[in-house]
Structure formats: structure tokens, C-alpha cells
């Protein structure tokens, strides 16, 4: 496709719930990245893969969060268990070359997440 | 770690005014820094990007600059059109080996243009 897609672009789950966000990026793109961002808040990192492998996962809140990437192109965010505090917008990110060079991220319109 | 302040937090403008958004930076270490734009409800679309060497760049009515030096930059958006009302956000990514996959967000300035 043109741009990063992720869905489903809203997500009502009750507290205790488990929920997967899926990320599709450009394809060919090397780089993603999830972001969790709050209400009025910047994104935050949460992890990053380069192709398949996950490099870094030090912004992931709890082990209630996983995502994978298994062939290197779409990717799912796993929360289990969601609390309140989950509710975010998650944004996915990718980017062409590995992480370091010279190419802007491209993000995806989110996943609006609420917990109730 | 490295922090990213953005000033003013919202900024009202009447149509047609030159105008200047804040982004200051803690860490001067950095690769590059991107600015971008977020629209209600939408992710972020990028506007320029900005490599550590350089100094400036500029897209259309818009041009970044940088000083990494003193941890600045500065977006000046020329002739603001309502179009233009966005919350505008800059982002810094670290030198790589340094342990920080990531980018490090400020948390934006929101911008009304009035017709």
C-alpha cells in the first residue's frame, strides 16, 4: 500500500481483556516501531524491530505487552490483560533503512485503545 | 536521558502571519531531528528531517532549522494558512551506538490559523 495501515482503528476492550494491533508497513521497509502515545502527550517508544528480529523492547510498560514481527512485514502489538492505564493511541512506524540512517518514519493513523 | 521541550504548548494566529515554533533538545549527541505534523485523530506525517550536519531545510513555506549546539531548533511556517492548523511535533533520534532505538517526542505545539 501507499502508507502504514493499522487496525482496527478503534478499540473499546473491558479491563482484564486481551487485545492484538495490527501494523502493516510499507512494504520493503526494514524499520518498525511501535509508539504509545497519551492524550496531549508526545509518543512514546515502545519497541523496534529491524526485519524480523526485535532489537529493542525496553519501552514496553509490563510483560503484559508483546509484539512480533514473524516474517519481517506485518507486525501485532499483544496486550493481555489491559488495564485503564492502557488506554493510548498506538501508533506503528516504519522506515525504509535500518535504524541509524538517513530516512524519516513513516507513521500509520493509529489504534485508539480504550479500556473501560 | 534525552529530553524534548516544545513553546509554546498552543499558539493562535490570524491568517497570513509568519510565525515560529520552539524545539529544544537536552542532549546535543543526536543523529538528526524531524519535525511533523499531527492532525485530530491521525498519526504523524513528516515535514522535514534535518541531519546533524546540516543546518537548515526547507519544504515549500516551511523551513527547519538547527542549532545543535545549544540543543535548538526552530520551525518557520511563511504566510499560515487554516490549512496549516495542526499540532506540530519535533522528535530527535540519538547517535546510533548509544543504546536508544528510538525517537525522543516533544509533546508538540497545537496551531490555529484563523481565516
Known amino acids: 500500500g501507499a502508507g502504514v495501515s493499522q487496525s482496527p482503528r478503534y478499540k473499546v476492550a473491558k479491563r482484564g481483556q486481551d487485545v492484538a494491533l495490527r501494523c502493516d508497513p510499507i512494504?520493503?521497509?526494514?524499520?518498525l516501531f511501535w509508539y504509545q502515545q497519551a492524550l496531549g502527550q508526545g509518543p512514546e517508544f515502545l519497541t523496534y524491530?529491524?526485519?524480523?528480529?526485535?532489537?529493542?523492547k525496553s519501552g514496553l510498560p509490563s510483560d503484559r505487552f508483546f509484539a512480533e514481527r514473524p516474517e519481517g512485514s506485518v507486525s501485532t502489538l499483544k496486550i493481555q490483560r489491559t488495564q485503564q492505564e492502557d488506554s493510548a493511541v498506538y501508533l506503528c512506524?516504519?522506515?525504509?533503512?535500518?535504524?541509524?540512517?538517513?530516512?524519516?518514519?513513516?507513521f500509520g493513523n493509529g489504534t485508539r485503545l480504550t479500556v473501560t | 536521558k534525552q529530553e524534548v521541550t516544545q513553546i509554546p504548548a498552543a499558539l493562535s494566529v490570524p491568517e497570513g502571519e509568519n510565525l515560529v515554533l520552539n524545539c529544544s533538545f537536552t542532549d546535543s549527541a543526536i543523529y538528526n531531528l524531524q519535525w511533523f505534523r499531527q492532525d485530530p485523530g491521525k498519526g504523524l506525517t513528516s515535514l522535514l528531517l534535518i541531519q546533524s550536519s546540516q543546518r537548515e531545510q526547507t519544504s515549500g513555506r516551511l523551513n527547519a532549522s538547527l542549532d545543535k549546539s545549544s540543543g535548538r531548533s526552530t520551525l518557520y511556517i511563511a504566510a499560515s494558512q487554516p490549512g496549516d492548523s495542526a499540532t506540530y511535533l519535533c522528535a530527535v533520534r540519538p547517535l546510533p551506538g548509544t543504546g536508544a532505538n528510538n525517537l525522543f517526542f516533544g509533546t508538540g505545539t497545537r496551531l490555529t490559523v484563523i481565516p
Open positions: 524491530f529491524q526485519n524480523e528480529a526485535q532489537l529493542d
Open positions: 512506524a516504519s522506515s525504509l533503512t535500518r535504524l541509524g540512517a538517513r530516512s524519516p518514519l513513516h
Open positions: 512494504s520493503g521497509h526494514v524499520s
